[in-house]
């Protein structure tokens, strides 16, 4: 028992000699390599001169960004509420600068007088005017592109400059066909001096006179067109109330007599183009 115990106590002296030798070297090992390295620098020891390196190469945009920049010179909070103002007001500029009004009217007025309370739709009737008025303002939408929107977009000019810039060919298409004594109304409820020439009108006075003028062309036409069908009414009303058809409404036989004289002169190319033609 002397002997195995004096054994164990050997053993156990020399797994303690062995375990705080590992120690030892653990604790000295970083001092070592602190010296080898020199001492660790720190934002203490650093000059404020010396500026932390660059890299030359740029940083790789996030793929999931989104950049959205302002129009031209503007920035990009004011594009957006110029965006939104024109979607606003596109429906008002449509009917009150263009020939919309008109060709609407027109159109109309043909429904009616053939007869027809839903034939052609109200849809189809607004598609076509809608076709025939980007037909007719191309060249005005050309000229205000050149003139306005493309400085706009290069940046030089600001968004008022080129709202100002494309009034010029609008302005320039009413007068065209504006009345004088539609201006002269205006002119006088808006107790503004007369002006010496038709281009020191203000958008204030050109604008509702063209509406006026349009409105009143629109009618003129629609009388004109209305008149033949009416012709027809009248005629077939007169010959069926002699042979006493009293029972059968006259409107029952006129209805396919005017469709029919409407196709056989193709009416429908006559009217487009005289529609266009008034507009040269």
């Not at 705080?20 to 390599?33: D, E, I, K, R, V």
């Not at 009414?233 to 109330?241: G, K, L, N, P, Y």
Request: charge should be neutral; charged fraction near 10%; hydrophobic fraction near 50%.
């Amino acid at each position: 028992m002397n002997e195995r115990s004096r054994y164990l106590r050997i053993v156990a002296l020399l797994l303690l000699l062995l375990s705080g030798s590992s120690f030892t070297a653990a604790q000295t090992l970083p001092a070592a390599n602190a010296a080898s390295f020199g001492p660790e620098p720190t934002a203490s020891v650093l000059p404020d001169s010396i500026a932390m390196p660059v890299s030359p190469f740029p940083s790789a945009p996030d793929p999931n960004e989104i950049r959205i920049t302002g129009i031209g010179q503007g920035s990009m909070p004011w594009t957006i509420i110029v965006l939104l103002t024109l979607l606003t007001l596109i429906p008002s500029l449509l009917l009150c600068m263009t020939p919309f009004a008109r060709l609407l009217v027109v159109f109309h007025f043909l429904r009616q007088a053939l007869g027809l309370q839903t034939t052609p739709t109200n849809q189809t009737l607004i598609g076509l005017s809608l076709v025939l008025t980007f037909f007719l303002m191309q060249p005005v939408g050309a000229s205000i592109y050149t003139a306005s929107v493309v400085p706009l977009e290069n940046g030089r000019i600001s968004a008022m400059q080129a709202v100002e810039r494309g009034e010029g060919p609008i302005r320039q298409f009413m007068l065209h066909y504006v009345r004088e004594k539609d201006v002269a109304l205006f002119v006088e409820l808006s107790k503004e001096p007369r002006p010496r020439t038709p281009a020191d009108l203000s958008m204030r006075i050109v604008v509702p006179a063209y509406i006026l003028s349009e409105l009143k062309a629109g009618f003129q036409i629609g009388t004109v067109l209305f008149l033949p069908f009416l012709a027809i009414d009248m005629i077939v009303a007169s010959i069926s109330t002699s042979v006493g058809m009293l029972q059968l409404p006259p409107v029952v036989i006129s209805t396919p007599l005017k469709l029919l004289l409407f196709v056989m002169v193709d009416g429908w190319n006559l009217l487009v183009g005289s529609l266009m033609r008034s507009f040269s």
